[in-house]
């Protein structure tokens, strides 16, 4: 099993639309948690972080189940300029980042 | 800061064939990481380095591939001799302490193994 599972997707979705990711991760010592954003050839860059009690950064909410241990990332009102991978990503202390493997969001007009 | 340079960006080589590619992270970044992608397995961490030092090589796939840091702005990850499976894009990437919202990625290596 890898540590950090997500659906690949593709998701499509029209503009406008509110489209949820989810993630689930293996090892229960897991510290930190992130979504990282790959667009098409580039390099990943963070999105944002994740915290214990939801966070919101504009249009984007990443929430964290500790117990389940499952991640989500909510994005409202789709932009064309939202379409690309992203990535879940979790940490323990002292080591490096995990990722998953990428949810692909193509959003259209 | 220039960010986190990688060179090659491209490289296309031979099976069998010596292949070298660089990085230069942060200047002051004391952690330094060296990632491959690929569609099948996804962001795959091979080795890091604290402090020029080795801390974590067990995502190394075998002994074809070595890495060194031997100063704060510099390191290498060599693949000898190279194969077609090792067609991937590789990743340096740096950051200050281990924390994840710190990584900063160079632009990547596409390597294609024929």
């Known amino acids: 099993r890898k540590e950090v599972e997500q659906d690949p997707g593709p998701f499509n979705v029209p503009e406008g639309a509110t489209v949820a990711f989810n993630c689930t991760y293996s090892?229960?010592?897991?510290?930190?948690f992130f979504w990282y954003r790959q667009d098409c050839r580039k390099e990943p860059k963070l999105l944002m972080s994740?915290?214990?009690s939801g966070n919101e950064d504009g249009r984007f909410t990443a929430q964290l189940n500790r117990a389940s241990q499952y991640i989500s990332l909510l994005i409202r009102d789709s932009k064309l300029s939202d379409s690309a991978t992203y990535l879940c990503?979790?940490?323990?202390?002292?080591?490096?980042?995990?990722f998953g493997k990428g949810t692909t969001l193509s959003v259209s007009s | 800061d220039a960010g986190v340079i990688q060179s090659p960006r491209h490289e296309v080589t031979e099976m069998g064939q010596e292949v070298t590619l660089r990085c230069k992270p942060i200047?002051?970044?004391?952690?330094l990481f060296w990632y491959r992608q690929t569609m099948m397995r996804g962001l795959e961490l091979l080795i890091y380095?604290?402090?020029?030092?080795?801390?974590?090589d067990s995502g190394m796939p075998e002994d074809r591939f070595s890495a060194k840091m031997p100063n704060a702005s510099f390191s290498t990850l060599k693949i000898q001799p190279s194969e077609p499976r090792d067609s991937a894009v590789y990743f340096c990437?740096?950051?200050?302490?281990?924390?994840?919202?710190?990584?900063?990625f160079g632009s990547g290596t596409r390597l294609t193994v024929v």
């Open positions: 990437a740096s950051s200050l302490g281990t924390g994840g919202a710190g990584y900063t």
């Open positions: 090892n229960s010592a897991s510290q930190s």
């Open positions: 994740v915290y214990s």
């Open positions: 990503v979790v940490n323990q202390a002292g080591t490096a980042l995990i």
């Open positions: 200047s002051g970044h004391d952690y």
């Open positions: 380095f604290n402090n020029n030092v080795p801390i974590d």
